[in-house]
């Protein structure tokens, strides 16, 4: 059972416009959200991160949405670069501090920045 | 440079023979894990290490798997008998303050 979904595959967008990347989740004990960065043959890049007492948090053309009601997740990056195209994971814990259990993932989205 | 090192990056094998990627911190962390990502799904847990001590394992971690990590330092994760099911990128990471996770290059298996 995936406590953790990303039900777009892929996702194309323009260079210069923005991306927006969604994620859900069923477990309503995740408390610490954050989103990965993957290219091809590399391990995931952390990105940025979100804690639940946020709905919002920035880091320069990141952005990252949590809507606890809804649990759901959003990522924006303005302006998109050709850069970014990678593969988008979503991953939660239940414990801000770092637990036992690590990281639970959604199984990405293949971001694709076309000229 | 995520501050962690795996070797080898790359590992063809037949299978039924043993295999073992290691995993080095540059600096002392006290947190370690080992993640698994086969194509098309994100990485999923394997096991956690705080320093010396394995105190978590995943169900999807068979007895033909094992850990360790001797001196809290570097870790090292052997799979016996090898099976083509067990192709696949092993990750290790490193635990950061807030609970992020910081992931080395990978360990890639492939058996034939």
């Known amino acids: 059972d995936q406590q953790v979904k990303q039900n777009s595959p892929s996702l194309s967008v323009q260079e210069g416009r923005i991306s927006i990347l969604n994620c859900d989740y069923t477990?309503?004990?995740?408390?610490?959200f954050l989103w990965y960065k993957k290219y091809p043959a590399e391990g995931p890049t952390f990105l940025i991160s979100?804690?639940?007492?946020?709905d919002k948090n920035e880091d320069g053309r990141f952005t990252v949405f949590l809507n606890k009601s809804a649990k759901h997740l959003s990522l924006h990056i303005v302006p998109s670069q050709p850069g970014d195209s990678a593969v988008y994971f979503c991953?939660?814990?239940?414990?801000?501090?770092?637990?036992?259990?690590?990281?639970?993932f959604g199984k990405g989205t293949h971001l694709i920045i076309q000229p | 440079d995520t501050g962690v090192s795996q070797d080898p990056r790359h590992k063809i094998t037949k299978r039924g023979q043993n295999v073992t990627f290691r995993c080095d911190p540059i600096?002392?962390?006290?947190?370690l894990y080992w993640y698994r990502q086969t194509l098309g799904q994100g990485p999923e847990f394997l096991t956690y290490?705080?320093?010396?001590?394995?105190?978590?394992k995943s169900r999807l971690l068979s007895d033909r798997f094992s850990a360790e990590r001797p001196k809290g330092s570097f870790s090292t994760l052997e799979i016996q008998r090898t099976e083509q099911g067990d192709s696949a990128m092993y990750l290790c990471?490193?635990?950061?303050?807030?609970?992020?996770?910081?992931f080395g290059e990978g360990s890639r298996l492939t058996v034939l």
């Open positions: 477990n309503s004990m995740f408390d610490y």
């Open positions: 991953a939660a814990s239940e414990y801000p501090g770092g637990g036992a259990d690590g990281l639970t």
């Open positions: 600096s002392e962390h006290n947190r």
């Open positions: 990471a490193l635990g950061g303050v807030y609970g992020e996770l910081f």
């Open positions: 979100i804690s639940s007492i946020k």
């Open positions: 290490f705080q320093n010396e001590a394995q105190l978590e």
